[in-house]
């Protein structure tokens, strides 16, 4: 039997990037019920991080509508009660430091996630220091040419 994320990723990816009709597709799929689950994030985490790979070695950036749709899903699935708990703060972990590093948009999640968060975790907060200073160091080194 065929694994539907390797077919979907590898169809998804076939031309190297996620473009603003793939978007539409994955939208429309993915909360074809309302909602997003933890398996849907977690293809969107997978295919996030190919996609990244593949920009990088294009020095292409990923599409913002998928940067849009990636945060929005995450967003949704880790603040359904309004809480982000320990296990929640360690997946978050685990997905934004993904590709080792912080980019603009996960601290710009990293930041609405710290205000809309009702109730958050110290793995949390501890997360988000590190991240604000990984993000920082980034901002500060020259662009690479």
């Known amino acids: 039997m065929a694994d539907w994320r390797k077919v979907a990723m ?3 990816l076939a031309d190297g990037k996620i ?24 293809f969107l985490i997978d295919l996030r991080t190919v996609a990244q790979k593949k920009a990088k ?11 849009k749709l990636f945060f929005k899903a995450i967003e949704e699935n880790v603040l359904k009660d309004k809480k982000i708990d320990a296990a929640e703060a360690k ?4 997905a934004l430091f993904a ?19 009702k109730e958050k975790a110290p793995e949390f907060a501890d997360l988000f220091t590190e991240c604000k200073e990984k ?10 040419s």
């Open 99 to 117: 590709d080792g590093k912080i980019d603009a948009g996960e601290w710009a999640f990293l930041e609405r996630m710290d205000k809309v968060a």
């Open 57 to 67: 070695a294009k020095k292409e950036e990923l599409t913002p509508a998928f940067e």
């Open 10 to 12: 590898a169809a998804i």
């Open 135 to 144: 993000f920082a160091k980034t901002q500060k080194k020259p662009a690479a």
């Open 19 to 42: 473009d603003e009709a793939e978007v539409k597709v994955l939208k429309k799929e993915l909360w074809a019920d309302g909602k997003i689950d933890d398996e849907e994030v977690r």
């Open 91 to 94: 997946w978050l972990r685990e």
